[in-house]
T-cell receptor
Framework: GNSVTQMEGPVTLSEEAFLTINCTYT??????LFWYVQYPGEGLQLLLK?????DKGSNKGFEATYRKETTSFHLEKGSVQVSDSAVYFC?????????????FGDGTTLTVKP | EPEVTQTPSHQVTQMGQEVILRCVPI?????FYWYRQILGQKVEFLVS????????KSEIFDDQFSVERPDGSNFTLKIRSTKLEDSAMYFC???????????????FGNGTRLTVT
């Protein structure tokens, strides 16, 4: 079956530090990959996505590259801000599964201190 | 931008009682989902719904759970006899129909926090 493994948290960084959150996946087909962000008290919202190998998703200074050879989709940001404090979820959707059902990682809590 | 709305935001109920969680998906979306998140951690798939029927469900979605699309806009999750372990945040999500729907991200509501006492 499909699975997503994220680096364990929590992660605490100082403002302007470099961020990497690792994500690797296992899928039976050709998945699309997503990063979702959850701010305190809110639902999940899409941060970025990539739908095929070597695609790079980017948004709000965050980037992730779909690496098929290493089955990875690591999230990076060059300079984090306090407002980036949130829980980040890596997810995949496999065309072999019905109707876009997504499999999520466990989530990584990021705290950015001023 | 259209969004998924969920009501109530917080529901407290006694063990053994029935609860209904309500969702209004984005109007032109045709795939609907319920996910559960316990203790702010893992997001777990419960059920997907398309064309007025369940298309897939997880092992969590046992006989105590049911979903319904009673009209053209609402999508509900019913728990018939709640247990303490049903306490969680329940998220509704929707996505558009299409051959490439698996490429489409899920659009989530802000969730209903269910507390079973």
């Amino acid at each position: 079956g499909n699975s997503v493994t994220q680096m364990e948290g929590p992660v605490t960084l100082s403002e302007e530090a470099f961020l990497t959150i690792n994500c690797t996946y296992t899928a039976t087909g050709y998945p699309s990959l997503f990063w979702y962000v959850q701010y305190p008290g809110e639902g999940l919202q899409l941060l970025l996505k990539a739908t095929k190998a070597d695609d790079k998703g980017s948004n709000k200074g965050f980037e992730a590259t779909y690496r098929k050879e290493t089955t990875s989709f690591h999230l990076e940001k060059g300079s984090v801000q306090v407002s980036d404090s949130a829980v980040y979820f890596c997810a995949l959707s496999d065309y072999n599964t019905n109707a876009g059902k997504s499999t999520f990682g466990d989530g990584t809590t990021l705290t950015v201190k001023p | 931008e259209p969004e998924v709305t969920q009501t109530p935001s917080h529901q407290v109920t006694q063990m053994g009682q029935e609860v209904i969680l309500r969702c209004v998906p984005i109007s032109n979306h045709l795939y609907f989902y319920w996910y559960r998140q316990i203790l702010g951690q893992k997001v777990e798939f419960l059920v997907s719904f398309y064309n007025n029927e369940i298309s897939e469900k997880s092992e969590i979605f046992d006989d105590q759970f049911s979903v319904e699309r009673p009209d053209g806009s609402n999508f509900t999750l019913k728990i018939r006899s709640t247990k303490l372990e049903d306490s969680a945040m329940y998220f509704c999500a929707s996505s558009p129909m299409g051959r490439d729907s698996y490429n489409s991200p899920l659009h989530f509501g802000n969730g209903t926090r269910l507390t079973v006492t």
